[in-house]
């Protein structure tokens, strides 16, 4: 049976929310004070994909696991205190990770996470070794909006992209200006005649993060019960298969952000 511990000088009893495991917190410095602005939208997508489902890192995790090391994540991380986590896994190694924050010469911060993963040779090291072959995400902090650094406006070509992942690229990118054309862009969309389901079914993937970032909580419940018919009548369909894997992501972010 694993069990997650977060290395710590300091006991932690409770983050507000039920708690199973011994949560501890390794850090001289320790000091709450929610040091990450992002909205929590940003930080369940990206975290829970990133650090738990990529790579298959530890898929198995509950909402409480995630909660609370995202809750830790965000209260204790600052560009002073870097936070140690270490999962307790089956097998001979356990799953470490460091988060830190990191200032860039111009003024930015970017929120950076360090593993024990080795990308190259698919199997967790003794420690991190943040020089050679480390699996490590890092993502650029500006004010609520929280991007990884391949969805950044300088990295996409928007004029490329398909209508759906135009609306995608609105809504993960660093520019707040952009999230007002993410619903006008679904829309034409949707109201497109003779749509292909794949695309039909990414608009309203989209959508429905758009509504989860807004906080759209009657409209949310809706939407994924759509989703989830759309998926259901469309079973045999194998272009609809990585859209589901990321749709079941977004129903497990929904109940992170309850």
Request: proline share 2%; aromatic share 10%; glycine share 2%.
């Amino acid at each position: 049976m694993y069990k997650i511990v977060l290395i710590a000088t300091i006991f932690i009893c409770s983050f507000g929310f039920t708690q199973s495991e011994q949560i501890k917190i390794k850090s001289e410095r320790l000091k709450e004070a929610n040091y990450i602005k992002a909205d929590d939208f940003y930080l369940t997508h990206y975290l829970y994909i990133d650090l738990f489902l990529r790579e298959n890192l530890f898929p198995m995790a509950s909402t409480e696991d995630v909660s609370s090391i995202l809750k830790a994540i965000k209260t204790y991380v600052s560009a002073d205190t870097p936070l140690e986590i270490e999962i307790e896994k089956p097998g001979d190694r356990n799953y470490l990770i460091k988060m830190a924050i990191l200032k860039t010469k111009d003024g930015n911060e970017l929120l950076v996470a360090h593993t024990n993963w080795n990308t190259r040779e698919q199997l967790f090291e003794k420690e991190i070794d943040i020089a050679n072959d480390s699996y490590t995400r890092w993502y650029f902090l500006n004010g609520s909006k929280m991007t990884y650094r391949l969805n950044m406006s300088d990295k996409s070509d928007y004029s490329a992209k398909s209508k759906p992942s135009l609306a995608q690229a609105y809504l993960l990118d660093e520019l707040p200006e952009n999230d007002t054309k993410i619903k006008s862009t679904l829309d034409d969309v949707l109201k497109q005649k003779g749509l292909n389901i794949s695309d039909k079914v990414h608009a309203n993937l989209v959508l429905l993060k758009y509504q989860m970032l807004l906080r759209d909580h009657s409209n949310i419940a809706k939407q994924a019960e759509y989703l989830n018919a759309l998926f259901k009548e469309n079973s045999m369909e194998p272009s609809l298969k990585g859209l589901e894997m990321a749709f079941r992501a977004a129903e497990f972010q929904i109940k992170l952000m309850k």
